[in-house]
Nanobody, 127 residues
Framework: QVQLVESGGGSVQAGGSLRLSCTASGRTSSTYAMGWFRQGPGREREFVAAISRGGSNIYYTDSVKGRFTISRDNAKNTVHLQMNSLKPEDTADYSC????????????????????WGQGTQVTVSS
């Protein structure tokens, strides 16, 4: 089992940047594929980005391509989401998620694929 804790959320103006971090404890995070999801006001939780266990494969939802970058440091059991050129529509509660897998190159896009979730960190972007 793994516990996930997000940090780095906050309030920024449109065009600004934030870097979210997700730190895992318990079993080593290198055995997990990781993902970031978000839930905006009155909306369902949606996929943002995913990274494979080994870090070789990455996938983004279309709305964040070219603006967000997901990365991982398995030695530090940490996954990051660098968010640049933020827009008001990026306002949401952002959560990281972990899926145990034996496949080093697989990424997972559906929230139902993931077994473990953090509590979330709020990102607010003002216009």
């Amino acid at each position: 089992q793994v516990q996930l804790v997000e940090s780095g959320g906050g309030s920024v103006q449109a065009g600004g940047s934030l870097r979210l971090s997700c730190t895992a404890s318990g079993r080593t995070s290198s055995t997990y594929a990781m993902g970031w999801f978000r839930q905006g006001p009155g909306r369902e939780r949606e996929f943002v980005a995913a990274i494979s266990r080994g870090g070789s494969n990455i996938y983004y939802t279309d709305s964040v391509k070219g603006r967000f970058t997901i990365s991982r440091d398995n030695a530090k059991n940490t996954v990051h989401l660098q968010m640049n050129s933020l827009k008001p529509e990026d306002t949401a509660d952002y959560s990281c998620a972990a899926k145990p897998t034996v496949y080093s190159g697989s990424v997972y896009l559906r929230r139902y694929d993931y077994d473990y979730w953090g509590q979330g960190t709020q990102v607010t972007v003002s216009s």
